[in-house]
């Protein structure tokens, strides 16, 4: 029995998706039993030249009519943002139809709810995509660590920003050029803010402690800073001082609570997440059992994401075709969203100072009067005017915001350049 | 409703499972509304002293009632080897109980039987920690990945032997001493020879390739040659060359056919598995949509098998409570093995040669003869006996087997001391 399939949008994820269904069906078919069908793709506008051939009738305007068509029995949403895709998606499960998507700032913004509605509707709502592109990261932790107690998820999960870091540290670009090469290359979009700015990578640390932890942080609660104050100067010290700068993504359980969090980040060479160059994602899972779990590959671009979208498909295929209600493998509730203010990093500080006597001493008892202790200092230059790098021990955020602020009110420092939180040593 | 669950075996994982089954019951319960009831587990010798405490009745050593028993909805093998578990195991699927097994061996010899069985009695059959340990592989390569056309999967699937390796390569160790090292550690077993006769991993490169590509190789057809004659000096000259010596399993579709194979391999530097070392596994997955996938992390030891089984319990137990025959999502079929001996790699030859002009000329023209070109060369020591490391071209098997052959008959070739075979540059 053939399953017909209604796609919302086809940009690069759903036009890449089409072609695979069109050329591809009958591999599919051959390796898992399934015939799957396009009957209708809805579109913004029905004049765009498309990659795509398909038959009269199936493209339209009118993305409602998918949900209401009887001969559609799953709805594969990849038209992105909130709006109008939210309803659509709502009303799809609320029609019986399994859903699967790709949209990640759908998913953050709207998850619970949509959750629920699959869940009374007993349909599935797949979204291996939203995370990490082609990389298997959804399933695996919502199926087979289901039965581990994670403890932390770590990991790079915007390749924009990883891009433009890997240039910025290999070939000592300054921010705006590496934007530029990006864009240029197509790994930045014209209006790169939802990237650069972090809120790309927040949504997915929403949906990666949402999965994680069963308690859904919500994308307003996620600290989140991006990369656009990154100076390539203070790549060159992270270099010096062992460490490579990445725009991390952690989602993590502290004391009963869990803290999702996005920034800039030095990370140990030594450590695999500074080896992940360009565009790729890298996603780290810790657990007391399983210890620590990497995936890795490209966490982006139309074809891993239509793969990710294609194996979604065949699932919710698959279930439907079984004609059951499998419980869903995903519960979230809101729970405790520990306070940034209270999470402990290290940090490393870039300080332009006075060069005589007395000044660290000056400087130390300001981290000390915090309550944040200083595990390196390292001096570049000398004679009138020196750089101070500097890196603490673990210290809530709140001291190490209220040490920064004491510097600044020193005679001896000149300027407090740059602060960047560095990864622990301990994996 | 509470599902019950029979455990066959009591070993590293099966104690391990019974355990966390016990103590995390309600973390499980919380996270996924199952409530998963341990109610027999079969062991050999009832005396043997155990690290989980159980009510009376619960233990058995006879397995068989464990089918039959009503109260149980879903049997977890981890007693491991063929026989008896291949034959309960089956019992247990004709009689409509979904089974989760780590049993990689019993997979891999009776794969398409059990999964036939499965499928004709509409019940699961799982396996997650079969492959990888607590790497989450078979799934994404079954699910996630079902849309995509997979080209090779590559990796790292045996840490016995990669522990061994690893201390070989780093503390110079020979291969008897790294041995007994890998034993007093508890990585190797008192009679390592599955592991590190390569078995171990075929069993998995078997399963990988009929996961991947749908065609079941079987162990006996997998080329598989173990790591015992590696020598030190081996490992120090690959370093020179820039490569770190792997015990790699491979799996490929060569052109209409499949391949898979386990053997010793020379990794560049720069690939991503040169970096793994003691006993974690990692596995690439290549294919033309998704490019690279790595995954790594434990690939043994009884907690982190544990969550992969725990992980495919929870999916069955799910499964089984919708009251529905979900389709397989594994198809299997006989389908075209090529021949190794058809199969190009690049092989590394170490040779002990008279030190006196016209020996290169020679040498060459023998890998010439056999259809073999070399691309590089580099001579260690000069005077009377001098050591000529090559490193050829991609050649199919029997070629590269022919030149060896031609050298051991050459009067300025003394020994043909090592042939270790080179995975390519090309990711």
Not at 33 to 41: M, Q, Y
Not at 62 to 82: F, K, R, S
Not at 269 to 295: Q, Y
Not at 327 to 356: C, M, Q, S
């Amino acid at each position: 029995m053939a399953v017909g399939i209604g796609i919302l949008g086809a940009g690069t994820v759903g036009g890449t998706l089409v072609r695979r269904l069109i050329d591809e069906g009958a591999v599919v078919a051959d390796r898992t039993g399934l015939d799957l069908e396009v009957r209708r793709v809805a579109v913004r506008s029905l004049d765009k030249a498309r990659s795509f051939a398909l038959p009269e009738g199936i493209l339209t305007d009118a993305a409602g009519d998918l949900i209401a068509d009887p001969d559609i029995d799953l709805i594969v949403e990849v038209m992105g943002g909130t709006d109008p895709a939210g309803d659509l998606v709502l009303a799809a499960l609320r029609a019986g139809k399994p859903v699967v998507t790709a949209n990640k700032e759908l998913i953050a913004a709207r998850g619970p709810e949509l959750i629920a509605a699959a869940t009374e509707a007993g349909v599935p709502l797949l979204f291996e995509a939203a995370v990490g592109g082609g990389i298997p990261i959804i399933r695996p932790l919502s199926e087979t660590l289901a039965g581990e107690r994670i403890t932390r998820v770590l990991g790079i999960v915007n390749g924009t920003t990883n891009f433009i870091l890997t240039s910025m540290t290999e070939a000592g670009r300054d921010y705006a050029e590496a934007l530029a090469e990006a864009q240029d290359l197509g790994y930045a979009e014209a209006d790169p803010t939802a990237d650069v700015s972090g809120a790309d990578a927040a949504a997915k640390a929403t949906i990666l402690a949402g999965l994680a932890f069963g308690v859904w942080v919500g994308p307003s609660r996620v600290h989140t800073e991006g990369i656009s104050g990154i100076a390539t100067a203070d790549l060159e010290f992270a270099a010096e001082l062992g460490y490579t700068v990445k725009l991390l993504a952690v989602a993590e359980r502290i004391g009963g609570g869990v803290s999702a969090r996005v920034h800039p980040a030095m990370v140990p060479f030594a450590h695999p997440l500074a080896s992940i160059r360009g565009a790729t994602n890298a996603i780290f899972i810790e657990g007391p059992s399983v210890g620590e779990l990497l995936f890795a590959g490209p966490g982006a671009g139309g074809e891993p994401t239509a793969t990710a979208v294609l194996g979604d498909v065949i699932d919710a295929a698959r279930e439907l075709l079984s004609g059951s209600q499998v419980a869903p493998r995903i519960r979230v509730a809101p729970g405790d969203v520990v306070d940034f203010a209270e999470v402990a990093t290290k940090w490393y500080v870039r300080l332009e100072v006075a060069d005589r006597p007395g000044v660290l001493a000056r400087i130390a008892a300001a981290f000390g009067t915090a309550g944040v202790s200083i595990k390196s200092v390292r001096q570049e230059g000398r004679g009138e005017s020196a750089t101070l790098l500097l890196v603490t021990h673990d210290a809530p955020e709140a001291h190490q915001r209220a040490a920064v602020g004491a510097l600044r009110h020193l005679s001896v420092v000149r300027e407090v350049a740059a602060t960047i939180r560095v990864q622990s040593e301990e994996r």
